[in-house]
């Protein structure tokens, strides 16, 4: 039996990114968080982190 992989999460610059694309697109952080089912930023996956940042990316360009 193998042992289950121990997930890795977002690090401190990428958690950086995600608050910095939050204020430039208007998008709070309660709303990102429902979206990705965590409670906070540091328990996003980092598998996660290229899907968050594409859609904030998205988001920005609407709000321009």
């Known amino acids: 039996q193998r042992p289950v992989p121990a997930t890795e999460f977002v690090n401190a610059e990428q ?3 995600i608050k910095t694309l939050l204020a430039e697109t208007g998008q709070t952080l309660q709303r990102l968080l429902g979206f990705l089912r965590v ?3 540091e ?3 980092a598998s996660e982190y290229p899907r968050v940042e ?3 990316e998205r988001s920005k360009r609407r709000a321009a």
Do not use: K, N, S, V
Request: net charge neutral.
């Open 15 to 17: 958690i950086a990114r």
């Open 43 to 45: 328990q996003i996956p």
């Open 54 to 56: 594409q859609l904030l």
């Open 39 to 41: 409670d906070t930023l």
